[in-house]
């Protein structure tokens, strides 16, 4: 099991820089798949973009492509996010997740994840 704790959310004006961290408690961290999602309001959660155990591969949204830098440190069992040239679209609530295990591809879909976190706002303003 994994017990997830996002951080680093904040108001940030717009084309300004924030970097997420997700801690994880448990030692079978580094064996499982990470994703990020966000949750705008009145919108469904989406997909930001995820990363394989091994962090071989990588799989990012097209809204985020190009901005958005996925990575994880497997020693410390903490993912991050760093947002960068961020939008008021960008506004939402952003959830780490944990899934499939020793997966050699990132899963878009949010059935494919087990154990999520808390959640932490993010607000870009214009």
């Known amino acids: 099991q994994v017990q997830l704790v996002e951080s680093g959310g904040g108001l940030v004006q717009a084309g300004g820089s924030l970097r997420l961290s997700c801690a994880a408690s448990?030692?079978?961290?580094?064996?499982?798949?990470m994703g990020w999602f966000r949750q705008a309001p009145g919108k469904e959660r989406e997909f930001v973009t995820g990363?394989?155990?091994?962090?071989?591969?990588?799989l990012y949204a097209d809204s985020v492509k190009g901005r958005f830098t996925i990575s994880r440190d497997n020693a410390g069992n903490t993912l991050y996010l760093q947002m960068n040239s961020l939008k008021p679209e960008d506004t939402a609530v952003y959830y780490c997740?944990?899934?499939?295990?020793?997966?050699?591809?990132?899963?878009?879909?949010?059935?494919?994840?087990?154990?999520w976190g808390p959640g932490t706002q993010v607000t870009v303003s214009s």
């Open positions: 997740a944990a899934g499939n295990r020793f997966a050699r591809y990132v899963f878009q879909s949010q059935s494919q994840y087990d154990y």
């Open positions: 448990g030692r079978t961290f580094s064996s499982y798949n």
């Open positions: 990363i394989t155990w091994s962090g071989t591969n990588t």
